[in-house]
């Protein structure tokens, strides 16, 4: 069943269909807005921008960034010609709404207008190029209200042009007006940035692109499917102009077929994979189905689908299952199909379990973009997600493990299970052995001495009141008189503490580490833990909460 949508009916502006008879323009430009009525996706600018010129409070200087496509250069047209428009009867002012049909407004469109200079920074970058402007914007209009100076990718101008345009542009000319676009406004010195109005263009929703690409295609007399719409505004990833180019491309290969513009195709022209297909391919995976997950990737694959745009996909349903397993509110513009799917695998599948999805097809999205054989780097994700999803959640196999339900060795266990709550020290008489020496001591505040003798003590002997340390760790007589007094305090007795030259035992410090080192390799060798780590190749083995981490 074809997936279904719902795009509702979006409100376009009449745009003229030029002559048939002219030379073939391309969508982009033909529909190339000619008011700010037709620009769409940017209303919280257009807004800012018709309370500036009802008020009389415009800029001399103003700067559109955002990414190729939004209207950047398309807005300093569109300004050019609001603040230039003097009305059908020639005698109105500046205007949100230029009439377009006065000969500055039609000078404008056409490109030809004495009074409005566009210059691209990427070819004039030199300090010779913005002298000429600096220049020509001493004199006054010749016949617009404003001389206006649009300058495209203005972020390519070298530093010394920027430097050599400050003083002008911090305080041109009454007559003169600075249109800057650029894609890249890191690269603008702020400098510049605090001398101009800015505006960031919104990258254009999927939903408004096919609202639009559904009005050209009424323009232009063209069936297309609303699903292939679609396609295509996910594809051009926010831009108008990219997402006109793709249809236009589509438009030509219907053309050639004899039909519409239909989803197939464009998924065959863009390398796209098949929404029905993810959605079969992952309930496989889900289900363990190693040998038909296989087939259906290579199914895709034989269909010309770029295995990386594969796992892309699937990096979108899982991102689009946790959103609506927390509640969000459904995508409109996705198929019906989708969102049914979506929801039920949300109500099935824990959040653990989508996440670890998630990991893992991005590992293996990065992987296949780097891969020499991207096709069985795909497969071997692919199977790795199929084992992990078989595998319990890693909190989950440490309760298992800490329950007993599954063998793990004694170690192993012991440094996963919970700490036991601490036993009052006996405080009556010395300890039996070294380590209950110092325990003792932390047990009655002695925290300095303990440390001391945990992290540095070497025993060669230790036979209450006697302790014989080593002289490989000397400690200095003021330190062993504190032990002494430390001792005496918490046991009752009067100790003998003296260094001898022998290497003696190692320290606490030391005996707990390899202990410890010991415990986790115990944990690593058990079957399942290697399984987990197989499964999870940049996981860490840590201990419970209230123990140091062992990994």
Not at 60 to 83: C, D, N, P, Q, Y
Not at 93 to 101: L, R, Y
Not at 400 to 416: D, E, T
Request: proline letters at 6%.
């Amino acid at each position: 069943m074809a997936d279904s949508f719902d795009l509702g009916e979006v409100p376009q502006p009449a745009v003229p269909t030029p002559p048939a008879s002219g030379p073939y323009r391309v969508l982009a430009r033909k529909y190339r807005p000619q008011t700010f009525s037709e620009l769409i996706g940017q209303d919280a600018m257009v807004t800012t921008l018709g309370n500036a010129i009802k008020r009389d409070r415009l800029a001399h200087a103003f700067l559109m960034t955002g990414v190729r496509g939004v209207g950047k250069t398309s807005t300093a047209r569109l300004i050019a010609k609001a603040l230039n428009c003097v009305g059908p009867d020639g005698s109105g002012g500046p205007t949100i709404d230029p009439c377009g049909v006065c000969e500055p407004c039609r000078a404008i469109a056409e490109g030809r207008h004495i009074d409005v200079i566009e210059m691209d920074a990427a070819s004039h970058t030199g300090v010779d190029d913005v002298r000429e402007i600096i220049d020509a914007a001493r004199y006054a209009a010749v016949s617009a209200r404003y001389k206006i100076y649009i300058v495209d990718e203005v972020h390519m101008l070298s530093k010394n042009a920027f430097n050599a345009l400050l003083k002008t542009l911090e305080e041109p000319p009454a007559h003169v007006k600075f249109l800057f676009a650029t894609t890249e406004v890191n690269k603008v010195p702020i400098t510049v940035l605090s001398r101009c109005q800015r505006f960031d263009l919104r990258r254009i929703s999927a939903e408004q692109l096919a609202g639009h690409f559904a009005f050209v295609c009424r323009e232009e007399g063209v069936e297309a499917e609303p699903e292939a719409l679609m396609l295509i505004a996910r594809a051009a990833e926010g831009s108008a102009r990219d997402g006109l180019s793709i249809l236009d491309q589509g438009i030509a290969h219907a053309g050639l077929e004899g039909g519409g513009v239909t989803a197939a195709a464009v998924r065959q022209m863009l390398g796209l994979s098949d929404r029905g297909a993810v959605r079969d391919l992952l309930g496989l995976v889900l289900a363990g189905n190693a040998a038909a997950s296989l087939a259906s990737l290579r199914r895709q694959y034989d269909y010309g689908v770029d295995p990386q745009s594969v796992l892309r996909a699937m990096l979108e349903t899982v991102h689009g299952i946790t959103l609506a397993k927390v509640g969000t509110a459904e995508d409109p513009a996705q198929p019906v199909e989708e969102r049914n799917a979506r929801a039920e695998w949300a109500a099935r599948l824990s959040f653990p379990a989508l996440h670890r999805l998630w990991q893992l097809f991005l590992k293996g999205h990065d992987e296949v973009a780097k891969a020499a054989l991207p096709i069985e780097a795909a497969e071997m994700a692919l199977l790795r997600a199929i084992h992990a999803s078989t595998l319990p959640d890693p909190g989950e196999l440490a309760r298992q493990i800490a329950s007993g339900r599954i063998a793990a060795a004694p170690a192993a266990v012991a440094a996963l299970a919970p700490p036991a709550a601490p036993v009052a020290a006996e405080r009556q008489g010395p300890p039996a052995d070294f380590a209950g020496l110092v325990e003792l001591l932390e047990d009655n505040g002695h925290h300095a001495v303990a440390a001391q003798l945990s992290n540095g003590a070497r025993v060669v002997r230790y036979a209450a009141p006697e302790l014989i340390l080593s002289g490989s760790r000397p400690m200095s007589a003021d330190t062993l008189r504190d032990v002494a007094d430390a001792l005496k305090k918490t046991t009752g007795h009067v100790w003998k503490i003296a260094l001898e030259d022998a290497p003696g035992a190692p320290t606490l410090r030391e005996q707990a580490k390899a202990d410890e080192e010991a415990t986790r390799q115990a944990i690593l060798d058990t079957p399942l833990v290697k399984a987990a780590f197989a499964a999870f190749p940049e996981a860490e083995l840590e201990a419970w909460p209230g123990k140091r981490s062992i990994a």
